[in-house]
């Protein structure tokens, strides 16, 4: 496809796990991206990873990619309310039209989290 | 904070009208990116600038314009607006331009954005 694709909408509940996947479409993105957006707030950076690496892991944050299958996705553990916010997976557009390096946003899964 | 300032946060004008947003990027930071956000196209990237000349155009119409002035900050003018123009505009920065072979892990860094309504 042409599109960074997301699902839309996850609900959990306070305490669990989340998994946000994405696919996106440039095998040779060099970097792949995770941001974050509170109501009103800009984007915010949460993480990102090479592509030369499967797994990596931030505090609360595990970010697994499969170059293979263009997939990558996000996982919070313990999930807190403070957690509900719109979450973008991005990769960088090179491929696209010559662009140098703006990124491609996928539009993003809302997390709700119910206490 | 991402140290990238934006203003105004909301403007509120008419059809056919032309406004000017405004961006600051975070200090030592050469490369200046638009986007839109609108709810059914998502983001997407309307312009890069790289230390005061255009690096590249995405889906910009020709009605807006944008510039990077020496000081680094950058305007996207809107002008002629139509309602389909609401949308939240933000801007991006990073130290230098991103592609394969040069520093393509830095990431952008997003201002809180500029909310235009069009009535």
């Known amino acids: 496809g042409e599109d960074v694709e997301q699902s839309l909408f996850l609900s959990v509940r306070e305490g669990d796990s989340s998994v946000i996947n994405c696919t996106y479409t440039?095998?040779?993105?060099?970097?792949l991206y995770w941001y974050k957006q509170e109501p009103g707030a800009g984007l915010q950076l949460l993480t990102y990873?090479?592509?030369?690496?499967d797994m990596k892991q931030d505090q609360r944050l595990t970010v697994l990619l499969n170059k293979k299958d263009k997939h990558l996705s996000l996982r919070i553990a313990d999930t807190q309310t403070g957690d509900s916010a719109i979450y973008f997976c991005?990769?960088?557009?090179?491929?696209?039209?010559?662009?140098?390096?703006?990124?491609?946003f996928g539009k993003g899964t809302k997390l709700s989290v119910k206490p | 904070d991402s140290g990238v300032t934006q203003t105004p946060k909301h403007l509120i004008t008419a059809t056919g009208q032309r406004v000017t947003l405004r961006c600051s990027p975070r200090?030592?930071?050469?490369?200046v990116y638009w986007y839109q956000q609108s709810l059914d196209q998502g983001l997407q990237f309307l312009i890069q600038?790289?230390?005061?000349?255009?690096?590249a155009k995405g889906n910009i119409l020709e009605r807006f314009s944008a510039q990077q002035f020496p000081d680094l900050h950058s305007e996207l003018n809107l002008s002629s607006l139509e309602l389909g123009d609401s949308a939240l505009y933000f801007c991006a920065s990073s130290p230098r331009p991103r592609g394969r072979g040069s520093g393509a892990k830095s990431p952008l860094h997003f201002g809180n954005g500029t909310r235009l309504t069009v009535t």
């Open positions: 990873i090479f592509s030369n690496m």
């Open positions: 991005a990769e960088t557009a090179v491929r696209r039209g010559g662009s140098q390096g703006n990124l491609i």
């Open positions: 200090s030592g930071d050469l490369s």
């Open positions: 600038y790289y230390n005061g000349e255009e690096r």
């Open positions: 440039d095998s040779s993105s060099t970097y």
